[in-house]
């Protein structure tokens, strides 16, 4: 069942929550509204306890998303109106990077410029093999700031560079191949494996996964022995949750862990 108070933006709710770019006419392309609605959204299931993976996709045929809304871009004015717009797409990116359930994108035909920043600001990432990757600004007179942060954590700096001072574009086995896309599959098969992704994702315990993306989000930055000694204070944690209890007593009793839900305290 659908529900949000924009149709751009389609969330299916369940433990398993599919969001969805509705924009197929433009090619899902990421305008103002679009990209404050799915800010909302994410804040918003972060808090719904019912809610274990989020699963990011597009309706369509043509495009996950090919960018930004170049019309609404050339109708910009002023300074404070362009820093508005582009800041949208960094308050959509942090807003991804803080949600504790782990974000699942499935990607298909264009995923390009700010599409292909959505796509890196999931946690994972299932591409069907028509995926095409590109970050095209520069041949408009653009340069893509502010997702060449999320995208370069995927690919690195040469990587990326490479495609944003070129303009170019990759296929989905190349983008599997630097590392960007976890899984590949079939155009016909994107919605069973991704779901199927979700599902498994589901079936853990959410408190640990949240622990495990805060922990990965926070130590990645770090100088290596910062790294070492803050892990070391958030393995502490997660031992120390109901749900880790209940998985190790899952193990001898050889039954599947009946997670508890609880977050650890410090």
């Known amino acids: 069942m659908s529900e949000g108070r924009d149709d751009a933006v389609l969330v299916e709710r369940g433990r398993v ?23 909302q959204v994410f804040q918003e299931l972060a808090q719904d306890p019912d809610v274990a993976v989020i699963r990011l996709t597009a309706t369509g045929e043509q495009a996950f998303s090919a960018g ?5 871009v050339e109708a910009l004015t002023g300074v404070e109106d362009v820093r508005a717009y ?8 942090e807003a991804m990077f803080a949600c504790p359930k ?4 499935a990607a298909f035909g264009y995923t390009l410029a700010g599409g292909m ?9 299932v591409a069907a093999s028509d995926t095409v990757f590109g970050l095209p600004e520069v041949g408009v007179g653009l340069f893509p700031m502010v997702v060449m942060a999320a995208i370069s954590r995927h690919i ?11 303009g170019g574009r990759i296929d989905a086995a190349t983008a599997e191949r630097w590392g960007f896309v976890n899984q590949l599959c079939a ?25 495990g993306k805060e922990a990965y989000g926070q130590m990645a930055d770090m100088a290596y022995p910062a790294q070492l000694h803050y ?6 944690l997660v031992a120390l949750s109901d749900d880790s209890k209940e998985g190790v007593r899952a193990f001898w009793e050889k039954r599947p862990p009946v997670w508890p839900g609880k977050p650890p305290t410090s």
């Open 17 to 39: 929550t599919t969001v969805r770019l509705n924009r197929p006419a433009a090619r899902n392309a990421l305008n103002a509204r679009v990209m404050d609605r799915l800010r």
């Open 68 to 72: 930004a809304d170049l019309r609404e």
């Open 86 to 93: 582009f800041g949208g797409m960094a308050l959509l990116l």
């Open 102 to 105: 782990p974000i699942v994108a």
């Open 117 to 125: 920043g959505l796509a890196a600001g999931a946690d994972l990432l």
């Open 156 to 166: 690195g700096r040469r990587r990326t560079l490479q495609l944003a001072f070129t």
């Open 187 to 211: 155009r016909a098969d994107l919605e069973a494996e991704s779901l199927a992704l979700c599902e498994r994702l589901s079936s853990q315990s959410a408190a640990i996964l949240a622990l």
């Open 231 to 236: 892990l070391k204070d958030m393995v502490s």
